[in-house]
């Protein structure tokens, strides 16, 4: 628990000026994702700590390298949660490797995305300039909406220092409910009942039985129940969080693990290996050896993108390549916040 | 000087007339007239010309051939901003997307709907209530604001602690850059690859590119709402009370707050059955599946009442629902009538801070011998000050503009932001140079010209330039320390 950032602003503006490529390093969990860090170890841990908490405000702010599990265990102690659900991928997963990342759990399509809860970032640029960004505020259109242009950047913008999220009320109750469906009977659903006004709070279908998390008054999940249909699920909780962690059957696995962003209603895509789907049928998880070429084109074709999640080439392009002015134009914003192309280069496109 | 400016403007409209149609382009002084301000018509100028293209292709045309000469471009919609970001540049082409008001499709089972950017936000809602949808974000303007301006400005309304702004509600956008390029931001599916653009197209007001097609997201409509009308007998009691119900587990689909003088206003205008003689009343309305309804609103009406409220109600029926809204969202108009002009501010401030900045709102209103009324959203603690002044009596404008300046400030100083919804525009760029330290803004011009390297997409807005800033330094305003920059602002 304490405060670095003179010592990183210091490092940071060392780095500029002596053209050393950083690599961001927080509590590891996540060193599988992305192409492969290179650059000299800019240890992030370190900075930790949350800052301010005010379960009635709604908001907490907490230095990056604070642990997930620190923070979740204040937000439970006042009956509030990490809306987007977050993926850790191990105990020392921190609030900045998850900002940086930007992974959602099986709550995301119901109720947002990481980038959706976050209000306000401190960083420290590719320049060495420490800057604040948004603030602890549910609105605030002042300025450029850099905060959360830092989700999913993979540190390559800026070393983020401190984040202020959007929190919300853990839900009352919840269970889950569990059907054998065919996989194009199973999206269907999905989206039907995400349609209709349920308590839906996740969706996942492994190939053969559907599972379904109705969370919120008891009244209410007896009444979803009752619309949804199948049988309970002892220790759902369990299933979403192995779901969430990457724990199920499923993703023991030797082979690549792909994940395709597709649109929610996309029909079942045909690639060699197997598959699960999430998020309601918007994110679909696949273990396959078949070609990287081959699934980003089927991919392509339902609308959606491919992202090579685990294993396989991490030195050769990870995230779905980007068409010519799309690329030019990131690659305009890469040097706008990071001139000296310093910080985590190559992470996210061999480029920048 | 102007007859430089007469042959530069023939020059220009005849290239434009080589590929626009004659009803697509406005050169007179008279038909220009009405698009030399928008919804703050405080200020105002006359663009040189404006052009309502038919198609993205004429649109991607004009923004070429504006490259290709170095002439700003403005673009605008309904003009319901309330900041002046599509306040036209003199020497600038107005680019109106008015004729892109088609929905193009709904898409009922992965509730989306893709409309064109002149669609009308209300528009969408109504084309969606058949299959049981609707477009959640519903700025106050809802019924003639268009989708285009909502997303350049990332545009709230009265139900965003629930639902969300603009931000979250959109998942694609075709635009047109300012060399004239076609991208396409986001996609049908819940990301995309590569930096999130979409979130930061959102709120950019028309400076980083001119948005022709979105994609919306649709929510099912919930089961049941239902709205509470709490009254009390003193403001701050009530600004207290909304942090009750959120600590209590209870997220609000919408919870406004209104003081007297805004709550005779409306009674004025729409007799929306408000008590007359409260000093603020707060609208909490609770939505979701009728046993969730049902349950909130029960513990909404004990909370509220501990509060201290001296009267809570529940609408009876949709209709007095209906009316308790209309109230509210006709608040502006409503205020309007009362005096001559009005000027409406937007900060936004920590719930906690609600009381007190009220309380500075009300010294200041005092100090500068102008009345105001509060009309917010609580939930958020996004205030909306009117300002009632008369321009026609010498030094009221500017009575105003200076109340208005330091409500600003004073929303910076304990935490919050100059703008929670309307945007920076021409109107807030002082303030920008106080809640902001010069890196900050350099940051900022720096992401511009990734996007706009010649400077030409709504140059001036937004953003201030270095001199600018030094020049209202100079006059004493300082970057604000707020109490979460324990850095001391910035490293400025």
Not at chain 1, 144 to 163: K, P
Not at chain 1, 227 to 252: S, Y
Not at chain 2, 60 to 80: I, S
Not at chain 2, 260 to 286: K, N, Q, S, T, W
């Amino acid at each position: 628990m304490s405060d670095l950032t003179t010592t990183l602003q210091q490092q940071v503006a060392a780095a500029y000026r002596a053209g050393t490529p950083l690599q961001l390093v927080g509590g590891g969990s996540k060193d599988f994702y992305g192409r492969t860090p290179r650059g000299e170890p800019l240890p992030l841990a370190g900075h930790s700590g949350v800052v301010n908490y005010e379960p009635r405000e709604l908001v907490l702010t907490a230095r990056a390298g604070t642990t997930l599990a620190e923070i979740e265990a204040l937000l439970r102690r006042s009956g509030q949660m990490l809306p987007f659900e977050p993926p850790h991928f191990g105990d020392a997963a921190t609030l900045g490797g998850t900002l940086a990342c930007g992974l959602s759990g099986p709550r995301r399509p119901y109720v947002g995305a990481l980038r959706d809860f976050v209000l306000g970032v401190r960083l420290i640029n590719g320049r060495g300039e420490l800057l604040h960004f948004g603030g602890e505020v549910m609105k605030n259109v002042a300025g450029y909406d850099v905060s959360r242009l830092m989700a999913g950047a993979l540190g390559t913008l800026g070393v983020v220092l401190e984040v202020s999220l959007k929190v919300l009320p853990r839900p009352e109750n919840g269970l889950t409910l569990v059907q054998e469906r065919t996989p194009e009977e199973a999206i269907l659903v999905m989206n039907q009942w995400a349609a209709a006004p349920l308590p839906l709070t996740a969706a996942c279908y492994d190939g053969l039985r559907l599972y379904v998390r109705l969370e919120g008054a008891p009244a209410t999940l007896t009444a979803g129940r009752q619309r949804v249909g199948g049988d309970l699920l002892e220790e759902g909780e369990r299933f979403w969080r192995d779901l969430r962690e990457q724990r199920l059957a499923f993703f023991e696995t030797g082979k690549p693990l792909w994940r395709l962003s597709v649109p929610a209603t996309a029909p079942p895509v045909e690639l060699a290996g197997k598959q699960l789907i999430d998020w309601g049928g918007a994110q679909r998880w696949l273990v396959s050896d078949a070609p990287a070429a081959a699934i980003r084109e089927a991919s392509i074709r339902v609308g959606g993108a491919a992202t090579l999640f685990r294993g396989g080439d991490r030195e050769g392009e990870v995230f779905q390549p980007l068409p010519a002015p799309m690329a030019a134009l990131q690659r305009s914003l890469k040097q706008a916040f990071d001139p000296a192309g310093i910080l985590n280069p190559g992470r996210m496109y061999r480029e920048f | 000087m102007a007859e430089r400016r007469a042959a530069e403007r023939a020059a220009l409209a005849a290239e434009l007339r080589s590929f626009l149609p004659a009803d697509a382009l406005i050169e007179e002084t008279e038909a220009l007239r009405p698009y030399e301000c928008d919804g703050l018509p405080a200020y105002r100028q006359m663009p040189l010309l404006a052009v309502l293209p038919h198609t993205v292709e004429q649109v991607q045309q004009v923004v070429r051939l504006c490259h290709r000469h170095g002439v700003p471009v403005v673009a605008r919609g309904a003009a319901t901003g309330l900041s002046g970001g599509a306040l036209p540049l003199a020497d600038g082409v107005l680019l109106g997307l008015a004729r892109f008001n088609r929905i193009l499709e709904i898409d009922p089972l992965a509730r989306t709907a893709r409309v064109q950017p002149g669609v009308r936000n209300l528009a969408i809602s109504e084309a969606a209530a058949p299959h049981g949808l609707y477009y959640a974000p519903d700025p106050s303007s809802q019924i003639a604001c268009t989708i285009g301006g909502n997303v350049a400005e990332n545009a709230g309304g009265v139900h965003c602690l629930k639902y969300g702004l603009t931000v979250h509600n959109i998942l694609e956008l075709k635009l047109v850059t300012a060399d004239g390029e076609l991208l396409t931001i986001g996609s049908a599916a819940l990301d995309s690859p590569g930096y999130d653009l979409l979130a930061l197209l959102t709120g950019s007001e028309g400076m980083l590119g001119i948005v022709v097609e979105v994609l919306v997201k649709l929510l099912p409509r919930p089961q049941r709402a239902q709205v509470l009308l709490a009254a009390f007998d003193d403001v701050e009691k009530a600004a207290d009370a909304v942090g009750e119900v959120i600590a209590a587990g209870i997220v609000p689909a919408g919870l406004e707050m209104m003081d007297g003088l805004a709550i005779r206003a409306a009674e004025e205008f729409c007799a929306p059955g408000y008590p007359r003689d409260a000093a603020a009343i707060l609208l909490c309305e609770v939505d979701g599946t009728n046993e969730e309804v049902s349950e909130h609103a029960r513990r909404v009406h004990d909370l509220l009442l501990a509060a201290g409220a001296t009267e809570v109600r529940s609408a009876r029926d949709e209709a007095e629902r209906m009316r308790f809204w209309l109230g509210r969202k006709s608040a502006f108009p409503a205020v309007g009538r009362m005096s001559p002009d009005y000027y409406c501010m937007d900060g936004t401030v920590p719930r906690k801070r609600l009381g007190e900045v009220l309380r500075g709102i009300g010294r200041l209103s005092e100090q500068y011998q102008l009345a105001v009324a509060n009309v917010f959203h609580a939930g958020d603690g996004n205030l909306h000050p009117l300002i009632l002044f008369d321009a026609n009596q010498p030094g009221e404008l500017q009575r105003a503009e200076d109340f208005g300046a330091e409500i600003l400030e004073l929303s910076v100083r304990v935490g919050g932001t100059i703008t929670g919804e309307h945007g920076v525009g021409h109107e807030k760029i002082h303030q920008m140079c106080v809640q902001f330290s010069p890196p900050e803004l350099e940051q900022f011009r720096a992401l511009k010209r990734a996007f706009d390297p010649h400077g030409l997409l709504n140059p001036g807005k937004a953003i201030p330039q270095p001199k600018h800033c030094s020049e209202y330094r100079a006059l004493g305003h300082d970057v604000l320390q707020a109490p979460g920059r324990r850095d001391g602002g910035g490293g400025a």
